[in-house]
């Protein structure tokens, strides 16, 4: 079967645009499952050939069977876990690139701590109770998205006003690291065995980012309280001598994801959401196992991929070339669910 007998789909978001101009660069057919709204944004980009329409993405499963019949490879992104749901992507009938079982370990902190512990991966220190705490820490909502909702506390007189002004009654209390937070975008391919480093990002922050542009006495009695919510993304480069240490974070990530799951475990894009500090330590805060919106800012590609490659390689065309060479090798089933 040749790849221009596939189509490569997925949700109008996120970084849908990257993965089908990616996909159109290697030569598959592409569809976008689009929302009313949304339509006539997405047609003035000219690598989408076909548009299917829902009236919201949770009505994803009512188009599943003919998705099947276009023999659709469908790439999931961010949206999907929000959208859907981890159940609904579990059940998903049609082609979906990437392993199921890694949603588990995902989703569930506690599980995907005890990946990352698994990996050797150092993370902020943890707190039960409010009696063992080291401030200052950061206070987490459950099923926050973008870091809204989350709060900074110094000390304990501090953590007591704010926790009483927090609507979530579930919440992790974690050790605040005081440093640069730097996405690390991975790759890794079961097909070739290799790990590559596809690009990073840092991401923008309102208020957190902005309080340096006001002076310390300027903000006195201004009573302002850091919020972490994310409104963009930009690039970095590491310095060069920190960067072995974040390959082979993504490789202990990847060989510990191989043991605890399925013998599969985790490939294609992934991303380990750190925070520099001051020791030039990485502490991880979270895994991302697909594609992530910040390398959005790489659909040319990136100061890394442009050393691997040669050739303009996004995340998003990596997965296509990915797909390309399963096809071709006749190795589909390893990289599909
Ligand atoms: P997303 O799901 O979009 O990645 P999120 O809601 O899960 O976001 P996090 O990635 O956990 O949020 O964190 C959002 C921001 O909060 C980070 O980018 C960072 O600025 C800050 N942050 C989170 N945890 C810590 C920590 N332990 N120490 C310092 N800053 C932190």
Redesign the pocket.
């Known amino acids: 079967m040749k790849k221009t007998q596939y189509t490569i789909a997925t949700l109008s978001s996120h970084s849908a645009l990257q993965i089908l101009k990616g996909a159109k660069d290697e030569g598959f057919n592409t569809l976008l499952i689009v929302t009313p709204e949304r339509e006539a944004f997405y047609r003035t980009f000219p690598f989408i050939d076909e548009f299917m329409t829902v009236s919201k993405f949770s009505d994803f499963p009512s188009i599943e069977k003919q998705l099947i019949e276009k023999n659709v490879i469908l790439i999931p992104h961010g949206s999907f876990v929000a959208y859907l749901g981890t159940q609904k992507n579990k059940t998903m009938k049609v082609s979906y690139y990437g392993n199921k079982k890694v949603l588990d370990w995902e989703e569930d902190r506690l599980k995907q701590r005890e990946w990352l512990e698994h990996a050797n991966i150092l993370m902020?220190q943890q707190f039960k109770d409010v009696d063992s705490i080291n401030y200052p820490v950061?206070v987490?909502s459950y099923g926050?998205?973008?870091?809204?909702g989350?709060f900074y506390a110094k000390n304990k007189r501090d953590y007591n006003s704010k926790i009483s002004q927090m609507g979530s009654k579930q919440f992790v209390i974690?050790?605040?690291?005081i440093g640069v937070?730097l996405y690390i975008h991975y790759f890794y391919s079961p097909l070739t065995k290799k790990l590559e480093i596809m690009s990073i990002d840092r991401?923008y922050?309102t208020n957190?980012d902005s309080l340096g542009r006001i002076p310390l006495a300027g903000q006195e009695g201004l009573e302002i309280n850091p919020s972490?919510v994310?409104v963009g993304n930009s690039p970095l480069v590491l310095r060069e001598a920190m960067l072995v240490e974040a390959y082979n974070m993504g490789l202990r990530v990847i060989e510990s994801s191989q043991k605890l799951m399925d013998g599969r475990g985790l490939f294609g894009a992934f991303c380990l959401?750190t925070?520099i500090s001051e020791k030039q330590k990485f502490?991880t805060?979270?895994i991302?196992c697909r594609i992530v919106a910040g390398t959005n800012l790489f659909t040319h590609g990136s100061a890394y991929s442009w050393l691997y490659y040669n050739e303009p390689m996004s995340t998003g065309r990596r997965i296509a070339r990915e797909i390309k060479h399963a096809v071709e090798q006749k190795k589909l089933k390893m990289i599909l669910d």
Do not use: D, F, T
Not at 144 to 148: K, L, Q
């Open positions: 902020p950061i987490k926050a998205a973008g870091g809204s989350y974690q050790e605040y690291v937070p991401r922050e957190v972490y994310v959401e925070v502490y805060i979270e991302s």
